[in-house]
């Protein structure tokens, strides 16, 4: 009878200083350690983490961080974790997209009124897209240029101790962006007009700044499953149009841009939605870059022909 | 190093901390019949009716899904004993069927133009999503749920040893039954927004079959099956805190280590 008090203490107990030693070993290992003196900014989510840190730069004082992102699909759907309350319980600024993408400012407004949000998006022209709004705005080189732009004049207003170097860095970035825009803008000279077929809501974006016309849009991700009707719908509207390229993320749309490619002989081009990658200043450009280079290379054979 | 009291300067914690104080009793409470009666099967295809819970509510409108959770939930709460009365099939068969029936159908009307990924979040549960008004349903069910227990325990008890016998005594079983399930079914409803589909069953029978690997009598048998569950709620929701993961999900790891430890101490000693 005692023995078995005993042993439930002691079971309560071990379990009690395992989980708290375990814990504790967890959290020194993965604290960075905040500095109070810091200014703290906090972006939504990746897109918007490359713009800040383009803009925010090697700035002395200031610390960005990202919310902890979902590993698949995009944001629409996440939830906020305890740590990225935590952190931005912190934080002083922060950068979000806007167009409805983060479903979850509300709460947050709610919870921290004293939190100062930069809504990067907020004078763009947000496209209608499946189930409200498009919010895929940077996949646009010269609307995420205007993004930067919001987000460093943004930042001088609500820290204006290092207004010069905010401009400085966003005035380099905007430099390359606008070769960027360049390469894009030789390209869309090519092929303006020409019908394709797009397999996710980001693309209408990179479609409206090359002019092409969208000849059906299909928005993928990791919950939706397409019907057999759809694809068949599809199908017809590619014939109809004599569509020969299709646009599709890789992650999403494989499973139909293979089908579409052998069913239809159409050309699918998976494009990077740069909604997620490597934390590198630069992954805005690369992804961005190769995204043409694809479509330079696809779009170039047939003009050769 | 690490700050062991920085949750309480959060809000959604205090919530969080103040939900799990009151509803893992009841978990530990409820549990002890669940596994008495074999209604392990039950309580799982009650949370999984959940799904179409939401669904029913988004369909029909409902001021807020929460609402048509509720209803359904009491609905096929009575459905499910109603069929499991009947001795056509075995009971594990026909829970099953309603099951995954009332599964397909939530996730046919949720997937509905592919946005089931907005609720994906019921799987795994999120405790931010407790509100104050959600404190005071699990309050209120907290209070009725031990007035239950303290007037009805005998009688459930003694349906659930002999049901004969029990009607002999002129004990109401059938009623007994029935209160019992629609019980269980609001508790589950209440709660799995934060505990999530997945492993909310994991958390009614845990404490209980740990607690029935030691103890001798009804009233250890209780006692034993609140103290795991408060202990594994409690433990379960800092550790998650701290470690950044889903708090359902951690509260089921205590809950199973428990579980564990105890099912060697009984092996152990039974030898």
């Known amino acids: 009878m005692k023995r078995k008090y005993g042993f439930l203490c002691g079971m309560l107990l071990g379990i009690l200083f395992v989980s708290a030693g ?89 919870d921290y009124p004293k939190l100062s949000v930069i809504e990067a998006g907020k004078d763009l022209a947000i496209l209608p897209g499946e189930g409200g709004e498009n919010a895929h705005v940077w996949m646009s080189v010269s609307a995420y240029r205007k993004q930067v732009a919001a987000i460093a004049e943004m930042l001088s207003e609500l820290d204006p101790a290092h207004e010069a170097q905010y401009a400085r860095n966003a005035d380099n970035y905007q430099k390359k962006l606008a070769a960027l825009e360049k390469r894009q803008e030789a390209l869309a000279k090519q092929i303006k007009g020409t019908p394709v077929v797009l397999l996710h809501d980001a693309f209408v974006y990179l479609a409206d700044d090359y002019g092409l016309a969208v000849s059906a849009e299909m928005n993928l991700d990791e919950e939706r499953q397409i019907s057999a009707g759809e694809a068949a719908e599809m199908l017809a509207q590619i014939r109809a149009d004599g569509v020969q390229q299709v646009l599709a993320e890789e992650s999403y749309g494989k499973d139909l841009g293979e089908m579409l490619e052998t069913e239809a002989g159409v050309q699918v081009l998976y494009l990077d939605v740069l909604n997620r990658g490597v934390y590198d200043a630069d992954s805005y450009l690369d992804g961005m870059q190769r995204n043409i280079t694809l479509l330079e290379e696809a779009f170039g054979e047939k003009q050769g022909e | 190093m690490i700050d062991w009291t920085s949750w309480m300067d959060y809000g959604f914690m205090r919530t969080a901390f103040l939900a799990v104080l009151i509803i893992t009793p009841l978990f530990g409470l409820l549990g002890t019949m669940i596994v008495n009666k074999k209604m392990a099967y039950f309580s799982d295809a009650l ?27 009491v609905v096929f709460a009575v459905l499910l004993n109603r069929i499991g009365e009947t001795n056509t099939a075995s009971t594990d068969t026909v829970i099953s069927v309603f099951s995954s029936c009332s599964v397909a159908i939530g996730l046919a009307i949720l997937s509905k133009g592919g946005n089931f990924n907005r609720y994906a979040g019921l799987l795994v549960g999120d405790i931010l999503s407790i509100t104050n008004r959600e404190i005071a349903y699990l309050a209120a069910v907290f209070l009725v749920t031990v007035v239950f227990w303290l007037l009805g325990f005998n009688a459930l008890n003694a349906s659930c040893i002999h049901r004969t ?58 006692l034993f099956s609140v103290i795991f569950s408060v202990f594994s709620g409690i433990v379960g929701l800092l550790v998650s805190y701290y470690t950044n993961t889903a708090t359902g999900p951690m509260i089921v790891i205590i809950a199973s280590v428990i579980y564990f430890s105890t099912f060697f101490y009984q092996m152990r000693s039974g030898e």
């Open chain 1, 22 to 110: 375990l814990t504790a070993w967890y959290v020194s290992r993965t604290d960075g350690g905040g500095n109070e003196q810091e200014l703290t900014v906090v972006t939504s989510f990746y897109p918007m983490y490359i713009a800040a840190m383009n803009v925010i730069g090697d700035t002395e004082g200031v610390r960005l961080s990202n919310l902890s992102e979902p590993q698949t699909g995009c944001l629409h759907d996440f939830q906020l974790t305890p740590e990225d309350m935590k952190l931005l319980s912190g934080a002083d600024i922060f950068i979000i997209n806007g167009g409805g993408l983060e479903s979850f400012m509300e709460d947050i407004a709610a």
């Open chain 2, 47 to 73: 949370g999984h009716s959940a799904l179409t819970g939401i669904a029913v509510g988004i369909v029909f409108g409902a001021a807020e899904p929460s609402t048509a959770m509720v209803v359904f939930a």
């Open chain 2, 165 to 222: 016998l029990a009607r002999s005594k002129r004990i109401p079983v059938r009623l007994m039954d029935y209160l019992f399930a629609v019980l269980v079914a609001l508790i589950v409803m209440l709660s799995i927004k934060w505990v999530g589909i997945l492993i909310i069953n994991a958390l009614l029978i845990l404490p209980a079959a740990s607690s029935r690997n030691l103890a001798d009598n009804m009233r250890e048998y209780h």
